[in-house]
């Protein structure tokens, strides 16, 4: 994140929805968007590529609506997405052939 500015007010939205996100679980950029009202994706994933606050707001518990992985602080690959598998597993939550093995792991928002 650009450390000579606050979070923005829609990314503050962004990051209390995905605190409520369980330990063990994670959540998609589309359930975040329902919770804040946002149908951006994109938008969601920019404002967790800059979170201040890992891992107090959880980012790497939000994942792609096809249940795979997605990126992680603003990579899609290499070792900042094996950051995210690792806490992940850390969390009991396991991907295989960067798919969500277990979709019961996945929160609704509920």
């Known amino acids: 994140m650009d450390s000579d500015r606050p979070p923005t ?7 209390d929805a995905v605190r409520m996100v ?3 679980m ?3 950029y589309a359930v975040i968007g329902k919770i804040i009202r946002c149908r951006s994706a994109q938008a ?9 606050n890992m891992p107090e707001v959880p980012c790497h518990r939000v994942i792609k609506t096809d249940l795979t992985l997605g990126g992680y602080a603003g990579e899609r690959g290499g070792r ?3 950051r995210k ?14 798919r969500l093995v277990d979709a019961s792991r996945c ?4």
């Open 9 to 15: 007010a829609f990314e503050e939205r962004v990051y």
């Open 80 to 82: 900042e997405v094996l």
């Open 44 to 52: 969601i994933g920019q404002a967790l590529k800059r979170n201040p």
């Open 22 to 24: 369980p330990h063990g």
């Open 107 to 110: 929160w609704a928002g509920e």
């Open 26 to 28: 994670v959540t998609t």
């Open 85 to 98: 598998l690792a806490l992940l597993a850390a969390e009991g939550v396991k991907f295989e052939d960067g």
